[in-house]
């Protein structure tokens, strides 16, 4: 083979190259394009945002044929707002809806999540939507066999507390056990959310749970058998979590929720759950 050919073919060869680099470069654009993290200017120009919550009687739960809840209205008004289609979704699993989260299959996980240390270095919050506290749930002595309940926390020592899989009450539970210098049994529970839990308390097929303080009061008008006077911790605030790559969904959603907090219509749908 001559030079002449030999170089003609090189050519050819360095042309097909480019035009293969060409459009790998191009197929991995439309991919970066593809995969762009969702942020508040995606959303608004979709007219769609993905929405998880928990389904017990503070984020979305059905009443007869209504569907109700306290982070189900809150959505609705921002849907309202924005203009927006609200997409809901129900995980009870605090760490299964901040996994949907992280992949992008939600834009927020709007819950009553108590915001601390371990969660803002993987998650942005919002400002404070509540308040709350944990509570120890235990039996009344007229339906424990005549034991009175625990008031004093190193009466906790030795004792078995079940909590639901995950739960953030467990980093509290963890530093109380640390505070009065004993163990604390902590028992993770795969299957039963708080609620569920709470009502094992009252049925007598566990002794101790804890839960949020709010949502304990609205259960003990349920189950008179449960007692709810015993703090297990301070007062907390709870907030929405967003991505940590969607500042503009972050500073979007303070910026609503600042304004409607001063709102009527917020004072409205606060007591109507939150007695």
């Given at each position: 083979?001559?030079v002449?050919?030999?170089?003609?073919?090189?050519?050819?060869?360095?042309?097909?190259?480019?035009a293969?680099?060409?459009?790998?470069?191009?197929?991995?654009?439309?991919?970066?394009?593809?995969?762009?993290?969702?942020?508040?200017?995606?959303?608004?120009?979709?007219?769609?945002?993905?929405?998880?919550?928990?389904?017990?009687?503070?984020?979305?739960?059905?009443?007869?044929?209504?569907?109700?809840?306290?982070?189900?209205?809150?959505?609705?008004?921002?849907?309202?707002?924005?203009?927006?289609?609200?997409?809901?979704?129900?995980?009870?699993?605090?760490?299964?809806?901040?996994?949907?989260?992280?992949?992008?299959?939600?834009?927020?996980v709007?819950?009553?999540?108590?915001?601390?240390?371990?969660?803002?270095?993987?998650f942005?919050?919002?400002?404070?939507?509540?308040?709350?506290?944990?509570?120890?749930i235990?039996?009344?002595?007229?339906?424990?066999?005549?034991?009175?309940?625990?008031?004093?926390?190193?009466?906790?020592?030795?004792?078995?507390?079940?909590?639901?899989?995950?739960?953030?009450?467990?980093?509290?539970?963890?530093?109380?056990?640390?505070?009065?210098?004993?163990?604390?049994?902590?028992?993770?529970?795969?299957?039963?959310?708080?609620?569920?839990?709470?009502?094992?308390?009252?049925?007598?097929?566990?002794?101790?749970?804890?839960?949020?303080?709010?949502?304990?009061?609205?259960?003990?008008?349920?189950?008179?058998?449960?007692?709810?006077?015993?703090?297990?911790?301070?007062?907390?605030?709870?907030?929405?979590?967003?991505?940590?790559?969607?500042p503009?969904?972050?500073d979007?959603?303070?910026?609503?929720?600042?304004?409607?907090?001063?709102?009527?219509?917020?004072?409205?749908?606060?007591?109507?759950?939150?007695p």
């Amino acid at each position: 083979m001559n030079v002449r050919k030999r170089i003609f073919i090189y050519l050819l060869l360095l042309v097909a190259a480019g035009a293969a680099m060409i459009l790998l470069q191009r197929q991995f654009l439309q991919q970066d394009l593809q995969y762009l993290p969702r942020d508040y200017n995606q959303i608004m120009e979709l007219g769609e945002m993905n929405v998880v919550t928990d389904y017990n009687s503070i984020g979305y739960f059905v009443s007869g044929d209504t569907a109700l809840g306290f982070q189900l209205e809150m959505m609705r008004e921002l849907e309202q707002e924005w203009k927006v289609k609200v997409n809901i979704f129900l995980e009870n699993s605090l760490e299964k809806s901040l996994q949907g989260l992280q992949a992008e299959r939600y834009d927020l996980v709007a819950r009553n999540i108590p915001v601390n240390s371990a969660l803002r270095d993987s998650f942005s919050f919002t400002v404070p939507i509540t308040y709350n506290r944990l509570v120890l749930i235990q039996r009344k002595a007229l339906f424990n066999g005549g034991e009175e309940p625990i008031r004093q926390h190193l009466e906790l020592a030795g004792k078995e507390i079940h909590v639901a899989a995950n739960s953030p009450a467990i980093l509290r539970l963890d530093n109380l056990s640390h505070e009065i210098g004993d163990t604390i049994l902590i028992l993770e529970d795969p299957l039963y959310d708080t609620e569920q839990l709470v009502m094992m308390v009252a049925s007598g097929d566990i002794d101790y749970t804890v839960c949020d303080k709010e949502i304990a009061f609205r259960l003990a008008e349920l189950f008179p058998e449960i007692d709810t006077d015993t703090d297990i911790g301070f007062t907390q605030l709870e907030a929405w979590a967003v991505r940590s790559n969607s500042p503009l969904l972050l500073d979007s959603l303070n910026s609503w929720l600042i304004g409607f907090r001063n709102s009527s219509r917020f004072d409205q749908i606060f007591r109507r759950y939150y007695p």
